[in-house]
T-cell receptor, first 113, second 111 residues
Framework: DTGVSQDPRHKITKRGQNVTFRCDPISEHNRLYWYRQTLGQGPEFLTYFQNEAQLEKSRLLSDRFSAERPKGSFSTLEIQRTEQGDSAMYLCASSSSEAYEQYFGPGTRLTVT | AQSVTQLDSQVPVFEEAPVELRCNYSSSVSVYLFWYVQYPNQGLQLLLKYLSGSTLVKGINGFEAEFNKSQTSFHLRKPSVHISDTAEYFC?????????FGTGTSLTVIP
């Protein structure tokens, strides 16, 4: 297994458009997390799944954001009606429920023009 | 609630010199502690973690950190840095699920 992968790595979109990102976790990990990182800041938690269940969502996750993990494997994060303030690096991480460390993917850098 | 403070936003250090990156946290519950490193345009890589037991933990690339419960600190140290250690370093705490990260310390190793 090569680790957590994310697609695309870069996305440029116009304000008002919808975008969707994909994350493939490490195959044996049942937990999956989404974070957002802006320039000069640490990652901020958005949401987390255990298997297919979305167990926690941050207040940062406005109604325009939705995340799914339909079969408990890969996950998608969709942002509707993008705004310039959504420009950031979106990071995905996975872990097993027996271990506490999270393994991060390379991120998707979103630029909203 | 949990929060993490990394006191130094930038740390320049000469090659082969020692370095300490400071991290303090606050939490109303017991937490696990982590240090991650981020190289440009890459994701975060785990350096080391403290879950329980010995308060001195060793990680990859010659880094170590010491958990101090009374001072709520988890400072990262390396006795001799290399050029390749130039990167952003993040301290994080977790009560068991989500992570709370500091704002990061940019370590620059000067030849």
């Amino acid at each position: 297994d090569t680790g957590v992968s994310q697609d695309p790595r870069h996305k440029i979109t116009k304000r008002g458009q919808n975008v969707t990102f994909r994350c493939d976790p490490i195959s044996e990990h049942n937990r999956l997390y989404w974070y957002r990182q802006t320039l000069g800041q640490g990652p901020e938690f958005l949401t987390y799944f255990q298997n297919e269940a979305q167990l926690e969502k941050s207040r940062l996750l406005s109604d325009r954001f939705s995340a799914e993990r339909p079969k408990g494997s890969f996950s998608t994060l969709e942002i509707q009606r993008t705004e310039q303030g959504d420009s950031a690096m979106y990071l995905c991480a996975s872990s097993s429920s027996e271990a506490y460390e999270q393994y991060f993917g390379p991120g998707t850098r979103l630029t909203v023009t | 609630a949990q929060s993490v403070t990394q006191l130094d936003s930038q740390v320049p250090v000469f090659e082969e010199a020692p370095v300490e990156l400071r991290c303090n946290y606050s939490s109303s519950v017991s937490v696990y502690l982590f240090w991650y490193v981020q190289y440009p345009n890459q994701g975060l890589q785990l350096l080391l973690k403290y879950l329980s037991g010995s308060t001195l933990v060793k990680g990859i690339n010659g880094f170590e950190a010491e958990f101090n419960k009374s001072q709520t600190s988890f400072h990262l140290r390396k006795p001799s840095v290399h050029i390749s250690d130039t990167a952003e370093y993040f301290c994080a705490v977790s009560p068991g699920n989500q992570f709370y990260f500091g704002t990061g310390t940019s370590l620059t190793v000067i030849p």
